[in-house]
Protein backbone atom coordinates (compact mmCIF):
# COMPACT_ATOMS: atom_id res chain seq x y z
CA UNK A 1 0.00 0.00 0.00
CA UNK A 2 1.04 3.45 -1.13
CA UNK A 3 0.50 5.34 2.22
CA UNK A 4 -1.51 3.94 5.43
CA UNK A 5 -1.92 7.71 6.78
CA UNK A 6 -5.94 8.71 7.72
CA UNK A 7 -7.84 9.33 4.78
CA UNK A 8 -11.26 9.63 4.43
CA UNK A 9 -14.15 9.17 2.06
CA UNK A 10 -17.13 11.07 2.45
CA UNK A 11 -21.07 11.46 0.83
CA UNK A 12 -23.06 13.98 1.52
CA UNK A 13 -26.79 14.38 0.69
CA UNK A 14 -25.96 11.93 -2.30
CA UNK A 15 -28.36 11.57 -5.10
CA UNK A 16 -28.62 10.11 -8.33
CA UNK A 17 -31.19 9.82 -11.19
CA UNK A 18 -30.90 7.82 -14.51
CA UNK A 19 -33.02 9.36 -16.63
CA UNK A 20 -36.58 10.63 -14.61
CA UNK A 21 -36.24 7.92 -12.43
CA UNK A 22 -34.58 8.90 -9.04
CA UNK A 23 -32.13 6.20 -7.93
CA UNK A 24 -31.40 7.22 -4.36
CA UNK A 25 -31.70 10.10 -2.64
CA UNK A 26 -29.93 12.16 0.71
CA UNK A 27 -27.52 9.68 1.12
CA UNK A 28 -24.74 10.27 3.75
CA UNK A 29 -22.03 8.20 5.40
CA UNK A 30 -18.22 8.60 5.85
CA UNK A 31 -15.26 6.01 5.45
CA UNK A 32 -11.95 5.78 7.19
CA UNK A 33 -9.24 4.03 7.87
CA UNK A 34 -9.81 0.40 8.64
CA UNK A 35 -13.25 0.64 7.76
CA UNK A 36 -15.41 -1.00 5.46
CA UNK A 37 -18.93 -0.49 3.41
CA UNK A 38 -21.22 -3.13 2.75
CA UNK A 39 -23.66 -1.50 -0.66
CA UNK A 40 -26.54 -3.96 -0.68
CA UNK A 41 -30.08 -3.33 -2.71
CA UNK A 42 -31.41 -5.64 -5.24
CA UNK A 43 -31.11 -5.39 -8.74
CA UNK A 44 -31.68 -1.70 -10.71
CA UNK A 45 -31.42 0.09 -7.13
CA UNK A 46 -28.18 1.83 -8.10
CA UNK A 47 -25.96 -0.40 -6.76
CA UNK A 48 -22.89 0.18 -9.46
CA UNK A 49 -24.00 3.80 -10.47
CA UNK A 50 -23.11 4.32 -7.06
CA UNK A 51 -20.35 2.96 -6.90
CA UNK A 52 -19.38 5.16 -10.33
CA UNK A 53 -20.25 8.17 -8.20
CA UNK A 54 -17.54 7.18 -5.70
CA UNK A 55 -14.93 6.44 -8.40
CA UNK A 56 -15.60 10.31 -9.98
CA UNK A 57 -16.69 8.37 -13.18
CA UNK A 58 -20.22 10.21 -13.18
CA UNK A 59 -21.71 12.99 -11.36
CA UNK A 60 -23.77 12.96 -8.37
CA UNK A 61 -27.61 14.54 -9.78
CA UNK A 62 -27.01 16.57 -5.91
CA UNK A 63 -24.87 16.17 -3.07
CA UNK A 64 -21.24 16.06 -3.28
CA UNK A 65 -18.58 12.74 -2.51
CA UNK A 66 -15.32 14.32 -1.21
CA UNK A 67 -11.84 12.70 -0.82
CA UNK A 68 -10.05 14.00 2.79
CA UNK A 69 -12.29 17.05 2.47
CA UNK A 70 -11.99 17.62 -1.62
CA UNK A 71 -14.32 17.79 -3.61
CA UNK A 72 -14.04 14.56 -6.22
CA UNK A 73 -13.81 16.71 -9.10
CA UNK A 74 -10.97 18.51 -7.76
CA UNK A 75 -9.01 15.89 -6.23
CA UNK A 76 -7.32 14.66 -9.17
CA UNK A 77 -4.15 12.84 -8.97
CA UNK A 78 -4.34 12.62 -5.33
CA UNK A 79 -7.55 10.88 -5.21
CA UNK A 80 -6.46 8.63 -8.56
CA UNK A 81 -3.73 7.47 -6.78
CA UNK A 82 -5.42 6.45 -4.29
CA UNK A 83 -8.01 4.43 -5.53
CA UNK A 84 -8.48 0.90 -7.14
CA UNK A 85 -11.37 -0.05 -8.92
CA UNK A 86 -12.58 -3.65 -9.46
CA UNK A 87 -15.71 -3.41 -11.64
CA UNK A 88 -17.76 -5.66 -14.45
CA UNK A 89 -16.23 -4.09 -17.55
CA UNK A 90 -12.10 -4.06 -17.31
CA UNK A 91 -10.66 -4.83 -20.11
CA UNK A 92 -8.01 -7.70 -20.85
CA UNK A 93 -5.61 -8.65 -23.40
CA UNK A 94 -6.99 -12.07 -24.04
CA UNK A 95 -3.79 -13.34 -25.89
CA UNK A 96 -1.63 -11.97 -22.94
CA UNK A 97 -1.35 -14.21 -20.15
CA UNK A 98 -2.31 -13.16 -16.58
CA UNK A 99 1.44 -11.70 -15.66
CA UNK A 100 1.17 -9.97 -18.93
CA UNK A 101 -1.95 -8.21 -18.11
CA UNK A 102 -0.73 -7.20 -14.75
CA UNK A 103 2.24 -5.48 -16.27
CA UNK A 104 0.53 -3.64 -18.88
CA UNK A 105 -2.09 -2.05 -16.29
CA UNK A 106 0.99 -1.28 -13.77
CA UNK A 107 2.69 0.06 -16.89
CA UNK A 108 -0.95 2.24 -18.04
CA UNK A 109 -0.60 3.56 -14.21
CA UNK A 110 2.70 4.92 -14.61
CA UNK A 111 5.13 1.95 -12.86
CA UNK A 112 6.89 -1.32 -13.28
CA UNK A 113 5.71 -4.14 -12.24
CA UNK A 114 8.30 -6.71 -11.78
CA UNK A 115 7.55 -10.31 -12.58
CA UNK A 116 8.10 -11.38 -9.29
CA UNK A 117 5.63 -9.13 -7.98
CA UNK A 118 3.02 -9.73 -10.22
CA UNK A 119 3.24 -14.11 -10.08
CA UNK A 120 2.63 -13.72 -5.66
CA UNK A 121 -0.06 -11.41 -6.33
CA UNK A 122 -1.27 -14.30 -9.09
CA UNK A 123 -0.51 -16.65 -6.79
CA UNK A 124 -2.46 -14.93 -3.62
CA UNK A 125 -5.91 -14.87 -5.58
CA UNK A 126 -5.28 -18.76 -6.66
CA UNK A 127 -3.44 -18.44 -9.71
CA UNK A 128 -0.47 -20.24 -9.24
CA UNK A 129 0.44 -21.98 -11.87
CA UNK A 130 -1.94 -20.05 -14.29
CA UNK A 131 0.38 -17.23 -14.64
CA UNK A 132 1.96 -17.75 -18.39
CA UNK A 133 -1.38 -19.46 -19.53
CA UNK A 134 -3.44 -16.57 -21.98
CA UNK A 135 -6.25 -15.02 -20.86
CA UNK A 136 -8.60 -16.58 -23.21
CA UNK A 137 -8.18 -19.89 -21.61
CA UNK A 138 -9.01 -19.13 -18.22
CA UNK A 139 -12.53 -19.54 -17.01
CA UNK A 140 -14.98 -16.64 -15.73
CA UNK A 141 -13.96 -17.22 -11.79
CA UNK A 142 -10.23 -17.32 -13.16
CA UNK A 143 -10.04 -14.35 -15.00
CA UNK A 144 -12.41 -12.48 -11.82
CA UNK A 145 -9.70 -13.57 -10.02
CA UNK A 146 -7.08 -12.19 -12.08
CA UNK A 147 -8.47 -8.87 -11.97
CA UNK A 148 -8.58 -9.08 -8.03
CA UNK A 149 -4.70 -9.47 -8.46
CA UNK A 150 -4.70 -6.31 -10.42
CA UNK A 151 -6.09 -4.60 -7.31
CA UNK A 152 -2.96 -5.84 -5.14
CA UNK A 153 -0.75 -4.55 -7.31
CA UNK A 154 -1.87 -1.33 -7.36
CA UNK A 155 -1.66 -0.45 -3.49
CA UNK A 156 -4.10 1.66 -3.36
CA UNK A 157 -5.98 3.07 0.12
CA UNK A 158 -9.00 2.36 -0.73
CA UNK A 159 -10.36 -0.36 -2.64
CA UNK A 160 -13.96 -0.03 -4.61
CA UNK A 161 -15.39 -3.71 -5.41
CA UNK A 162 -18.40 -4.13 -7.49
CA UNK A 163 -19.68 -7.58 -6.91
CA UNK A 164 -16.39 -8.97 -6.39
CA UNK A 165 -17.66 -12.39 -5.06
CA UNK A 166 -19.39 -13.10 -8.96
CA UNK A 167 -18.03 -15.93 -10.81
CA UNK A 168 -16.34 -17.67 -7.86
CA UNK A 169 -16.59 -20.63 -5.21
CA UNK A 170 -16.46 -20.43 -1.63
CA UNK A 171 -13.09 -20.79 -1.69
CA UNK A 172 -13.15 -17.35 -3.82
CA UNK A 173 -15.59 -16.04 -1.74
CA UNK A 174 -13.61 -16.80 1.55
CA UNK A 175 -9.84 -15.64 -0.38
CA UNK A 176 -11.63 -11.78 -1.29
CA UNK A 177 -13.12 -11.94 1.74
CA UNK A 178 -9.50 -12.62 3.32
CA UNK A 179 -8.00 -9.99 0.96
CA UNK A 180 -9.82 -7.39 1.91
CA UNK A 181 -9.50 -8.14 5.38
CA UNK A 182 -5.51 -7.89 5.49
CA UNK A 183 -6.34 -4.91 3.54
CA UNK A 184 -8.30 -3.07 6.35
CA UNK A 185 -5.86 -4.47 8.74
CA UNK A 186 -2.65 -2.17 6.91
CA UNK A 187 -4.89 1.07 7.33
CA UNK A 188 -6.94 0.72 3.78
CA UNK A 189 -10.68 1.16 3.42
CA UNK A 190 -13.12 -0.74 1.45
CA UNK A 191 -16.76 -0.57 -0.67
CA UNK A 192 -17.70 -3.54 -1.60
CA UNK A 193 -21.57 -4.29 -3.63
CA UNK A 194 -22.72 -7.60 -2.32
CA UNK A 195 -26.04 -9.74 -2.91
CA UNK A 196 -24.99 -11.89 -0.23
CA UNK A 197 -23.53 -11.75 3.40
CA UNK A 198 -20.04 -10.38 3.99
CA UNK A 199 -17.90 -12.56 6.23
CA UNK A 200 -16.21 -9.37 7.39
CA UNK A 201 -16.55 -8.05 10.75
CA UNK A 202 -17.46 -4.67 12.03
CA UNK A 203 -18.39 -2.40 9.03
CA UNK A 204 -21.37 -0.21 7.91
CA UNK A 205 -23.97 -0.98 5.26
CA UNK A 206 -26.46 1.27 3.19
CA UNK A 207 -29.05 -0.65 1.82
CA UNK A 208 -30.42 1.00 -1.42
CA UNK A 209 -33.96 0.34 -2.46
CA UNK A 210 -35.14 -0.09 -5.81
Known amino acids: MNDTHEHELRATALSCRRGSRELFAGLDFSLRAGQWLHVRGANGAGKTSLLRLLTGLARPYAGRVEWN ?13 ALAYFGHRHAVKDDLSALENLR ?3 ALDGRALE ?3 GCAALWRVGLRGRE ?5 VLSQGQRRRALLAR ?6 R ?5 EPFAALDA ?19 AVLTSHQPIALPGGHSVELDP
Open 69 to 81: GVELARAGEDYRG
Open 104 to 106: LAA
Open 115 to 117: PRA
Open 132 to 136: SLPMR
Open 151 to 156: VLVRGA
Open 158 to 162: LWILD
Open 171 to 189: DGVDMVCSLVQDHLRGGGS
